[in-house]
């Protein structure tokens, strides 16, 4: 089965600087590449996705690459403000899997003010 | 648009006991999945429904564990009896998705927070 590694598993940055979160997978039939949110006690949030057909997608302050190569993918996020303090998981999914996600263990970023 | 309603938000059990959990998806969603969280680890699946059919259970401990949807709505994860190592968060979570090369965002609930004494 899949399996998602994802690092590191803390990151505190200072406000205003820019975050990487990354991922690697190993299967290489997954197409889907989601990467959520998940503050203290809340549900897990979707904030960006990727599809393996294209190597980067932009959401103002949050992007993601894709190597398809590699199997790995990255999260990036500018301009940190104090409420991307968060866990952010990366997931990824095969196509086929009616979206059947397989998660990292998840990165606490820290963002100070 | 409503989102996935789950129930109780909190539980405590002893080992041994019995506990369910209940979800109500976003309405229209073929597609509901249950995950367990354990703290400080990534969701893990536990069962996937499409309709009221079973997808995928692999990862769920059968012996103690259970979970149905009938009418292909509301679903049900029951434990039986419970561990220790049962202490998560249960993550209910719907999508539009029903297989194929899906577009349908997963959509969580709250979760249910155990804790097994």
């Known amino acids: 089965g899949e399996n998602v590694e994802q690092h590191p598993s803390t990151l505190s940055v200072q406000e205003g600087d820019s975050a990487v979160i990354k991922c690697t997978y190993s299967?290489?039939?997954?197409?889907?590449f989601p990467w959520y949110k998940q503050e203290l006690g809340k549900r897990p949030q979707l904030i960006i996705d990727?599809?393996?057909?294209?190597g980067e997608k932009k959401d103002q302050r949050i992007a993601v690459t894709l190597n398809k190569t590699a199997k790995h993918f990255s999260l990036h996020i500018t301009e940190t403000q104090p409420e991307d303090s968060a866990v952010y998981f990366c997931?990824?999914?095969?196509?086929?899997?009616?979206?059947?996600?397989?998660f990292g263990s998840g990165t606490q970023l820290t963002v100070l003010p | 648009e409503a989102g996935v309603a789950q129930s109780p938000r909190y539980k405590i059990i002893e080992k041994r006991q019995s506990v369910a959990f209940w979800c109500n998806p976003i309405?229209?969603?073929?597609?509901l999945y249950w995950y367990q969280q354990i703290l400080g680890q990534g969701p893990k699946l536990l069962i996937q429904?499409?309709?009221?059919?079973?997808?995928?259970d692999s990862q769920l401990p059968k012996d103690r564990f259970s979970a149905e949807r009938l009418k292909g709505v509301d679903s049900t994860l029951k434990i039986q009896p419970a561990k220790l190592e049962d202490s998560a968060v249960y993550l209910c979570?719907?999508?539009?998705?029903?297989?194929?090369?899906?577009?349908?965002?997963?959509?969580f609930g709250e979760g249910s927070r155990l804790t097994v004494l």
């Open positions: 429904f499409q309709n009221n059919g079973v997808v995928d």
């Open positions: 990727i599809r393996s057909n294209v």
């Open positions: 299967d290489s039939a997954s197409n889907y």
């Open positions: 309405s229209g969603h073929a597609t």
């Open positions: 979570a719907s999508s539009l998705a029903h297989g194929g090369d899906l577009t349908g965002e997963l959509f």
């Open positions: 997931a990824a999914s095969r196509r086929g899997s009616a979206r059947q996600l397989t």
